[in-house]
């Protein structure tokens, strides 16, 4: 079984909304990361948790907050976002954060800003 | 940090032909290529990967090869079927972190 899965699939927010995207896994693995995709490019990452902290912040603005409940869950807060924020946000994990590991995407949540 | 080119941009190919998209990188220390098959509204899958130590690797249809003194590495798909249409990542791994360098994705469409 190698199933990240994100939830909702697509979601809708005002820029004054605050809104929470959640991801889940039940592989073991203990790094998560959220990655941002726009139409016809490349993921760029945006976060990395290792063991439920935060490892990697690549400079993401403040109105994103990710967060690690616990070494299976993975939420990224969403709050004051700006139309250029819609995009598709993927989540993705690995057994460890390591030279060679495999890293394994969900479906994404499809993101519209409004 | 790392930089990936990949090339072509697009391919098209008949089906049943064979497809190659190639890749190169420029951080000598890298050394896990991953490949990732992305379809329409979809998150990117992993369809295979290889590893410093290793010159090919072979799944069913699906192959790559790493050549890393020229520091490039291939995808090839044998017998292409409409369903391998897709947008194609691949990746380098740099800098440990398991911090992945995409390259900007190949666009496959196989022609019945």
């Known amino acids: 079984d190698t199933e990240v899965t994100q939830t909702p699939k697509h979601l809708v927010m005002g820029m004054t909304n605050k809104k929470s995207l959640k991801c889940e896994q039940h592989m073991g693995h203990r790094a998560m990361y959220w990655y941002k995709q726009k139409a016809k490019k490349p993921p760029e990452l945006m976060f990395v948790?290792?063991?439920?902290?935060?490892?990697i912040n690549e400079s993401v603005p403040s109105r994103f907050s990710p967060e690690c409940p616990n070494s299976s869950l993975l939420n990224l807060h969403l709050h004051a976002l700006q139309p250029e924020d819609s995009a598709l946000y993927l989540c993705?994990?690995?057994?460890?954060?390591?030279?060679?590991?495999?890293?394994?995407f969900g479906q994404g949540t499809r993101l519209t800003v409004v | 940090g790392e930089n990936v080119e990949q090339h072509p941009s697009t391919l098209s190919v008949q089906e049943g032909d064979s497809a190659v998209i190639k890749c190169t990188y420029s951080d000598s220390a890298s050394n896990y290529f991953p490949w990732y098959k992305q379809e329409l509204g979809k998150g990117p899958q992993l369809i295979i990967d290889i590893r410093s130590n290793v010159g090919e690797k072979k799944d069913q249809r699906i192959a790559v090869t790493l050549n890393k003194t020229a520091k490039h590495f291939s995808l090839h798909i044998t017998e292409t079927q409409p369903e391998d249409s897709a947008v194609y990542f691949c990746a380098a791994q740099w800098g440990g972190n398991n911090r992945l360098a995409f390259g900007k994705g190949n666009q496959v469409v196989v022609i019945p």
């Open positions: 948790y290792s063991y439920e902290k935060l490892s």
């Open positions: 993705a994990s690995s057994q460890e954060l390591r030279a060679g590991t495999e890293a394994f």
